[in-house]
C-alpha cells in the first residue's frame, strides 16, 4: 500500500487549504479513513475521519473549519481546511482505520501570522 498526501503549503491566518491523499489500490474504498497531523515537538494526533459509508467525525479543533471527504473513484483522501490558525501548522498525514502498517511522507502545513 503506498499512501501520497499533497496539497499542503504557506498560507496566512484564515486563509484555505485542500489537502489530498492518493492511496493505492482499494484502501480508499475498502477502509474509513482518516488524516491525521504532527506538529513539531509533538506527537502524531487524530483531525478527522470518514466512514466507508461517508459518516464523518472531526476533532474539537477541526470541527467548523475542516471537511474530509473521499472519492473511491479517484482513490483520494481530501481535507478541506478553512479558517487557519498558526495552531494548525504541522505535517499531515492519512492512512485508514485501523492504521496501516505504512505510512505516506506527509505534507506540511505552514500557517503564518
Known amino acids: 500500500v503506498q499512501l501520497v498526501e499533497s496539497g499542503g503549503g504557506l498560507v496566512q491566518v484564515g486563509g484555505s487549504l485542500r489537502l489530498s491523499c492518493v492511496a493505492s489500490g482499494s484502501t480508499v474504498a475498502d477502509n474509513d479513513m482518516a488524516w491525521y497531523r504532527q506538529a513539531p515537538g509533538k506527537r502524531r494526533e487524530f483531525v478527522a475521519r470518514i466512514s466507508r459509508s461517508g459518516y464523518t467525525y472531526y476533532t474539537a479543533f477541526a470541527k467548523g473549519r475542516f471537511t474530509i471527504s473521499r472519492d473511491t473513484v479517484e482513490k483520494t483522501l481530501c481535507l478541506q481546511m478553512n479558517t487557519l490558525k498558526p495552531e494548525d501548522t504541522a505535517v499531515y498525514y492519512c492512512?485508514?482505520?485501523?492504521?496501516?502498517?505504512?505510512w505516506g511522507q506527509g505534507t506540511q502545513v505552514t500557517v503564518s501570522s
Open positions: 492512512n485508514a482505520i485501523p492504521k496501516l502498517s505504512v
